[in-house]
């Protein structure tokens, strides 16, 4: 580990009292070597929105009598790429649900249209806008198995999965107790077999869920134990739960902002080689304080599609954001789906490596 801390030293940053936590941000502030608060700039593709998972927190997931398409088509996802190129993008997230291949209603679609399975379809829209378009593919689909991985890593620039939590008694639990997927282990193998396959790799923790801040740590912990083995964790999002309506976890008290403040701090400290990111529009009027903190990245930020796991809350203006750090000394700069020090053969595949290398040196 790069700042040794133990489990208990990181208990004590997020529970410590108001004078220790203003000499932590003193301490992140005064030790900063970088002034830069990075995004990408995005279109987000949800390819379908069945899932094998039912989180107590989710209103991406729809079932098959309710939603408007089973999988989006190739016409209409070419199409919003065309305006995403014309706009700038240079990342295509691809996000959506869970094992939705089996479903027999979207298995059948995808036979409709040519395909095997949802991976199938991933890896044939991936290749078109890596070689038509060079914009950079970012698939999060969920578990899948190590030889998918290793396919979608040859068309991929980087890939995500957040791990949200290591505390196993949330399967049991409104928030977990019908989402497979959300097994802490099955999510760690995961993440693992991405660090073997040398993918750029996204993950992070979702935030007052039922956890407890031992579980906070632990989860953190994991990750760092799976980053000293592999190196491959470019980016932690520390994500906070937010209340919707028709959701079972709607009266569910969101976390507070000293909690995610703190934890900030302790990503912060734990992974000096790791960007930690604050999801922008969860957080528009605090972003300042997250950035103190050791925030320095904002993830995707779309001029095209809306946040579709979150599509109550609107993206920030990149004007308004950059108008912002500004005031604090900060400036913003635009980054590719996979981070400088992973643009190299080790981590990115040719084809991958050739398109991102061009792009690179467009926004550089």
């Known amino acids: 580990m790069n700042n040794e801390l133990s489990k208990n030293e990181a208990k004590q940053i997020l529970t410590s009292d108001l004078n220790t936590y203003l000499d932590l941000i003193k301490q992140i502030n005064q030790n900063k070597t970088n002034n830069k608060i990075t995004f990408s700039k995005n279109i987000f593709l949800p390819l379908t929105h069945i899932c094998q998972n039912n989180c107590g927190y989710c209103t991406f997931k729809q079932e098959v009598d309710e939603t408007k398409k089973l999988v989006m088509e190739e016409k209409e996802i070419f199409t919003q790429i065309q305006n995403a190129k014309k706009q700038g993008c240079t990342e295509a997230l691809f996000a959506f649900g869970e094992s939705a291949d089996k479903n027999e209603n979207v298995m059948e679609k995808l036979n409709n249209i040519g395909f095997e399975s949802m991976v199938d379809y991933v890896y044939y829209l991936s290749d078109k806008i890596l070689t038509q378009y060079e914009i950079l593919p970012h698939t999060n689909m969920g578990i899948i198995s190590k030889n998918e991985l290793t396919y979608l890593s040859t068309v991929n620039a980087s890939m995500g999965l957040m791990l949200e939590t290591t505390n196993k008694q949330l399967m049991k639990t409104i928030v977990h107790k019908d989402s497979p997927g959300k097994d802490p282990e099955k999510r760690l193998k995961f993440i693992k077999n991405a660090g073997k396959e040398k993918i750029p790799f996204t993950t992070g923790l979702l ?45 569910y008290p969101e976390p507070s902002v000293i909690e995610l403040l703190k934890l900030t701090i302790l990503a912060s400290k734990m992974f ?21 903190c050791g925030a320095d990245d904002f993830g995707g930020i779309s001029p095209i599609t809306q946040d579709y796991i979150n599509p109550e809350t609107d993206w920030p203006a990149i004007r308004e954001l950059e108008k912002n750090i500004n005031s604090i000394n900060y400036t913003l700069k635009e980054r590719l789906p996979v981070y400088d020090k992973y643009i190299n053969k080790t981590y990115l595949k040719e084809k991958v490596y050739e398109k991102t290398i061009k792009l690179q040196k467009r926004i550089n």
């Open 207 to 251: 935030v007052g869920i039922g956890e407890t801040i031992e579980d906070r740590v632990d989860s953190l912990f994991e990750i760092r134990k799976l980053h000293d083995k592999y190196n491959h964790i470019q980016e932690i999002i520390i994500q906070n739960f937010k209340t919707k309506e028709n959701i079972p976890m709607k009266d």
């Open 272 to 292: 000096p080689d790791v960007s930690i990111q604050i999801p922008p529009n969860l957080n528009q009027d605090l972003l300042l304080f997250f950035i103190m």
